[in-house]
């Protein structure tokens, strides 16, 4: 599976932006698929992801009510839309897909990674 995410850019706070993952292979319609970023001198950390039947989703706990997952296994893409954002969300954007069809927290159960979209929040 190749992963190219895009739709980054520079907003405003309280803006809203939606960042797309458009997956090649026939395996993303089976694969969990996970968004995580890293803020300039952090770690990589997760931010959402959803069960390869669309039926579940996970977020962490800052971007819970404010972003929201979603899939669409015709179009093989995954999408993280992104409301009231905050400079705090400022980061780069990853997407990435688990095999196994989890929607899992974890990032080494990943097993292939996009290039990342840049988000920059000004306040």
């Known amino acids: 599976v190749q992963l190219q995410a895009s739709g980054g850019g520079l907003v405003q706070a309280g803006g809203s932006l939606r960042l797309s993952c458009a997956a090649s292979g026939r395996t993303f319609r089976t694969s969990g698929m996970g968004w995580f970023r890293q803020a300039p001198g952090k770690e990589r950390e997760f931010v959402a992801a959803?069960?390869?039947?669309?039926?579940?989703?996970v977020y962490t706990e800052s971007v819970k009510g404010r972003f929201s997952i979603s899939r669409d296994n015709a179009e093989n893409t995954v999408y993280l839309q992104m409301n009231l954002l905050k400079p705090e969300d400022t980061a780069v954007y990853y997407c990435a897909a688990d095999r196994a069809g989890r929607a899992s927290q974890l990032s080494n159960e990943y097993d292939y990674w996009g290039q990342g979209t840049l988000v920059t929040v000004s306040s």
């Open positions: 959803i069960h390869w039947s669309g039926g579940s989703a």
